[in-house]
C-alpha cells in the first residue's frame, strides 16, 4: 500500500534561520499533497498544499515544492519564528474506492529558538 | 474551510465499557473520516464513512471495536467498544470540503484515557 516517509523527525533552528522538512511517497497515483502543523494539545491545522500539475506553491513565509518524477515533496518555512515551533505532517493522496484519502508521514518535531 | 466540532472533548473510561465520539460538520460533505493519534504518533486512519452506506475499515480495524455510523451529511459517530488501556489515544474526525474528499479539515479531538 501507500507509504510516506518523512526526514527529519526533530529539528531544531534559530529565529530567522529556515527550515526545510521532506517527504517521498511510494504510489505514483497519488496528485495532492498537504502539509499539517499540529500545536501541543491542538488540532493539525492544514498549512499548504500542492497538487501534481503544480511544482511549487508559496503562501508567505511557506513554500511546498513538487518532484513528481523522484516522488518526493518539501516544505520550506522562512525566516522562521518561535511560533513557528510544532510538529508538521506531509500526507499524500491515495485512492479508495473512488474517493481519495490522505497517508501520514510520521511527522518532524520542530523548535525554533529564539 | 470546514467546522468541525468533537464531542467529547475528553473522558476517562473504565475497561470493558464504550465510548461514542460524536463529529459534527457546519456544512455537508460527502465524506467523514475516523483517525487515532497515539501519544507522539502520526495519524493512523481508522475508517472513511459515507452517508448512507456502511464506513470502509483500514487494515487492523474492525466494526465490531469501531463500529461507526453516519445519518447525514454533517454527522458522525465513532464508537469504541469493550475498551482496554491500549485504546488511550486521542480520536480526531475530519471532513473533506463539500465533494472533495483530500482536503480535510480535522476536529479538536477527543482524548480518551481506559483506566
Known amino acids: 500500500g501507500e507509504n510516506v516517509e518523512q526526514h527529519p523527525s526533530t529539528l531544531s533552528v534559530q529565529e530567522g534561520d529556515s527550515a526545510v522538512i521532506k517527504c517521498t511517497y511510494s504510489d505514483s497515483a497519488s496528485n495532492y499533497f498537504p502539509w499539517y502543523k499540529q500545536e501541543l494539545g491542538k488540532r493539525p491545522q492544514l498549512i499548504i498544499d500542492?497538487?501534481?500539475?503544480?511544482g511549487e506553491k508559496k503562501d508567505q513565509r511557506i513554500a511546498v515544492t513538487l518532484n513528481k518524477t523522484a516522488k518526493h515533496f518539501s516544505l520550506h518555512i522562512t525566516e522562521t519564528q518561535p511560533e513557528d515551533s510544532a510538529v508538521y505532517f506531509c500526507?499524500?493522496?491515495?485512492?479508495?474506492?473512488?474517493?481519495?484519502?490522505?497517508?501520514f508521514g510520521a511527522g518532524t518535531r520542530l523548535a525554533v529558538h529564539p | 474551510s470546514a467546522v468541525i466540532s468533537q464531542k467529547p472533548s475528553r473522558d476517562i473510561c473504565q475497561r470493558g465499557t464504550s465510548l461514542t465520539i460524536q463529529c459534527q460538520v457546519d456544512s455537508q460533505v460527502t465524506m467523514m473520516f475516523w483517525y487515532r493519534q497515539q501519544p507522539g504518533q502520526s495519524l493512523t486512519l481508522i475508517a472513511t464513512a459515507n452517508q448512507g452506506s456502511e464506513a470502509t475499515y483500514e487494515s487492523g480495524f474492525v466494526i465490531d471495536k469501531f463500529p461507526i455510523s453516519r445519518p447525514n451529511l454533517t454527522f458522525s459517530t465513532l464508537t469504541v467498544s469493550n475498551l482496554s488501556p491500549e485504546d488511550s489515544s486521542i480520536y480526531l474526525c475530519s471532513a473533506g470540503s463539500g465533494s472533495r474528499t483530500d482536503t480535510q479539515y480535522f476536529g479538536p479531538g477527543t482524548r480518551l484515557t481506559v483506566l
Open positions: 500526507a499524500a493522496s491515495a485512492v479508495s474506492g473512488g474517493y481519495n484519502k490522505l497517508i
Open positions: 500542492i497538487r501534481s500539475n503544480v
